[in-house]
């Protein structure tokens, strides 16, 4: 990883402790991780060399931006939560112009 890895934890870090601090409900929640998960998909997908940290965090902008949508809509469990995931995951995809980029 990085230091444009690292900027995206700062990000995703200090967007937890805005929303705590702030007292923010999910909806709000899911606008502000969603936002900050958009903004750091290219980051993450062409500016980390190796491509195995890339993928995982992008999963891991996909499991931090969709976290407050399933409290939102209180999607619990498995089956549940691992759809919801996957589908953020592709948008982050789509964002970043994941196919663009050599994963080889």
């Known amino acids: 990883m990085n230091k444009y890895g690292f900027g995206v934890f700062i990000a995703a870090f200090g967007a937890l402790v805005v929303a ?3 007292g923010l409900k ?6 502000l991780f969603g936002l900050i998960a958009a903004i750091s998909a290219p980051v993450v997908i062409h500016r980390v060399p190796d491509r195995t940290w890339s993928i995982i965090m992008l999963v891991a902008l996909a499991a931090f ?3 407050p949508l399933k409290k ?3 999607i619990e469990g498995f089956a549940g939560e691992i759809p919801v995931t996957l589908a953020y995951c592709g948008i982050l995809w789509v964002i970043g112009f994941g ?3 050599s994963w080889q």
């Open 65 to 67: 931006a969709s976290h």
């Open 26 to 31: 999910y909806s709000q929640a899911t606008v």
């Open 20 to 22: 705590a601090m702030m």
């Open 99 to 101: 196919w663009k980029r």
């Open 72 to 74: 939102l809509f209180q």
